[in-house]
């Protein structure tokens, strides 16, 4: 028998094609159904408009409401429910959307104090985040806003993906903050024996990179100097943006740990790129991205078999490192099967 309701708030919509936010669905769906085994599990996912269009094509009406419906998800809590905010980058100011005709750009980071403060007396956990404020007066003033709103707001438990995200909030807020890996550590591939070839480039192409020029667009002149370096250790060189997909279910993500390891190496500055090549024991060059420690926050909980670099001249030899000794495997599993009883204290 159902004894309470998980009420999940803020999944990214089926049609977002990015593979590492779904594998975080993945892995918190499997956490829920591991611990939660009993709780009924309500999604809310940040799609505005249902049914509406993408690039022209009608999209599937949603499996549960998207957050257009407000008033659906205030019915829904009940005073007893647990409220999970879902896991992602953009605790912060890096990340703009807009909330809807007629309501202006809006941050999720503003939704993300708009639901917690519709809830005050329910148990509200924002799954790991990564923090980042950009060093600018208006940025300056939203930190502050935040770290007047969450105060100590005894319910609340935030959430962060690594040591370094934990260090900006602990010092900012006096609400619950715990440091708990991205769930996606959490999967467990099928891990296939076979002889690794050649190295991997996975790069994204979004406002978080540091190689576009423009939305989707990869500057030219960086990807061949990127891969120039690549080809001083190893001519076999493949560069694909497998994080990325038009259709993302469990079968996708499986097929791309597949993927991954085919390959001696992974070059990338995606964070999911990061995490697919350690749970596939693939060793990793992690370049950084627009957010410093989004991946390199991580560098006191990994092994030497994950090297990181800020400049692309930096790639050739921390190749040569990571592939120096056996791949060391990192295991963060520990950090999620005691979670639910820390969340409920």
């Known amino acids: 028998m159902t004894e309470r309701k998980i009420v999940w708030v803020g999944l990214f919509p089926p049609e977002n094609p990015s593979v590492g936010d779904h594998s975080q669905a993945l892995a918190i769906q499997q956490w829920f159904q591991t611990y939660f085994p009993d709780w009924e599990v309500v999604r809310f996912y940040r799609r505005f408009n249902d049914p509406c269009k993408f690039r022209g094509v009608p999209l599937p009406k949603l499996p549960s409401e998207g957050l257009k419906n407000w008033k659906r998800l205030i019915e829904t809590v009940n005073e007893d429910d647990l409220i ?166 469990k079968d996708t993500i499986d097929r791309i740990l597949r993927y991954y390891q085919n390959f001696r190496v992974i070059v990338t500055d995606r964070l999911h790129g990061m995490i697919f090549s350690i749970i596939t024991k693939t060793p990793c060059v992690c370049i950084s991205d627009k957010i410093p420690h989004k991946s390199a926050g991580y560098k006191s909980l990994l092994t030497d078999s994950v090297q990181f670099v800020n400049k692309i001249e930096e790639i050739p030899n921390a190749i040569k490192k990571v592939l120096s000794k056996p791949f060391q495997p990192v295991d963060l599993t520990s950090h999620f099967t005691s979670l639910k009883e820390k969340v409920l204290e």
């Not at 809807?100 to 750009?105: A, K």
């Not at 440091?179 to 192409?205: H, Q």
């Open 84 to 249: 999970f905010i879902h896991s992602s980058g953009d605790f912060g100011t890096l990340f703009y959307w807009t909330w809807g005709r007629g309501l202006g750009n809006k941050s999720w980071n503003y939704f993300r104090r708009k639901l917690i403060q519709q809830f005050p007396n329910n148990k509200t956990v924002q799954l790991p985040v990564t923090v980042f404020y950009h060093a600018t007066e208006g940025a300056k003033r939203t930190l502050e806003n935040d770290k007047s709103f969450y105060g100590e707001r005894k319910n609340l438990v935030l959430m962060c993906r690594e040591p370094v995200s934990h260090q900006i909030l602990t010092s900012k807020s006096q609400c619950r903050i715990m440091m708990v890996p991205d769930f996606a550590f959490s999967l467990k591939p099928t891990l296939i024996e076979k002889e690794r070839k050649g190295v991997l480039l996975v790069l994204r192409a979004d406002h978080e990179s540091r190689f576009t020029l423009g939305i989707g667009r990869l500057n030219p002149r960086l990807v061949i100097h990127i891969t120039s370096m690549i080809r001083q250790v190893t001519p076999h060189i493949t560069v694909k943006d497998v994080n990325k997909s038009p259709v993302v279910n």
